[in-house]
């Protein structure tokens, strides 16, 4: 049965598959977050093999994957998504290399058996719309599952901490509610994200805490936007200083991993190996 936070990102998704299918590619910002996850997903995945995109949405990574020469099942909780990725996966001639679209939460896998998959991913925030806090580490509990032996699982999620510092330029009428921003930053809660949305918010501590009560071994957490707090100033600044956005992008990548970058960062990513 879904509870209320489920059927607020339900009802939201259902309404946006379109522009969360185009959110990671529509300026720098934004593909600072899609080309960072995918260079740890390079860096990580094994040389081929079936995966699992967990919450996949509109189908972004399932079709990067597959391009890369991947299987991948997608599973989405909203079937709005999985009939825009059905879409687009058919115009981009991977039909083949998609195995499976299935409804579903990642709180739930048991349509698959364990040891599955050769490697499971869920990106750009399911984890994060999962409430209450036990039912997000059922949800890692069946990730693992699913995922084979030394497999590995990627998992983003969004930031607090990286969300309170772009709030000032961002979403300054969200601090008039002092109630409802004290929860927030006590707790990661918000039940105004998009403004009718749930979303817990996580520190870096947070989501490896998580990991690290379940059978996995973390390889690395990384800071997808880094330092860059801000979509205006991120996208001005690589408009208009082309060469000097490169060399930030390059040192971007040197010190994404770093702790406090981690948990400065909109989205941030745990890899851990299934034990």
Known sequence: M???ETKLTKKMYAACATREWGRL????????????????????????????????????YT??????????????????????????IAKSGMTKRIKRIDPGTITDLSRYPGNSF??????????SHV?????RAKAVSELLRVAGRNAPVFV?????????????????REVNDKKAFQRFSRTGDD??????????????????????????KTLEMVGLEGLNSSCRITNQFAKEYPKAWK?????????????????????MMIIVRKK
Request: with cysteine; glycine share 10%.
């Open 2 to 4: 879904e509870n209320k």
């Open 25 to 60: 590619v529509q300026d720098p910002f934004h593909r600072l977050e899609f080309e960072t996850t995918m260079r740890y997903l390079k860096k990580h995945l094994p040389k081929n093999g079936l995966i699992l995109d967990a919450g996949g949405g509109p189908g972004r």
């Open 63 to 88: 079709i990067e994957l597959a391009k890369l020469g991947y299987d991948v099942v997608l599973l989405d909780l909203v079937p709005e998504n999985l009939d825009f990725a059905q879409k687009q």
């Open 118 to 127: 050769d490697a499971v991913i869920c990106l750009g925030g399911p984890l």
């Open 131 to 135: 409430h209450p806090a036990k039912m």
């Open 156 to 172: 983003s999620v969004m930031g607090k901490y990286g969300v309170m510092l772009a709030t000032p330029e961002g979403w300054p």
């Open 191 to 216: 039940y105004h994200w998009c403004g009718h949305g749930y979303c817990h918010f996580f520190t870096a501590q947070e989501l490896k805490t998580l990991f690290s009560e379940s059978k996995a």
């Open 247 to 267: 060399n930030w992008v390059d040192a971007h990548y040197q010190i994404c991993t770093q702790p406090s970058v981690v948990d400065a960062s909109g989205h």
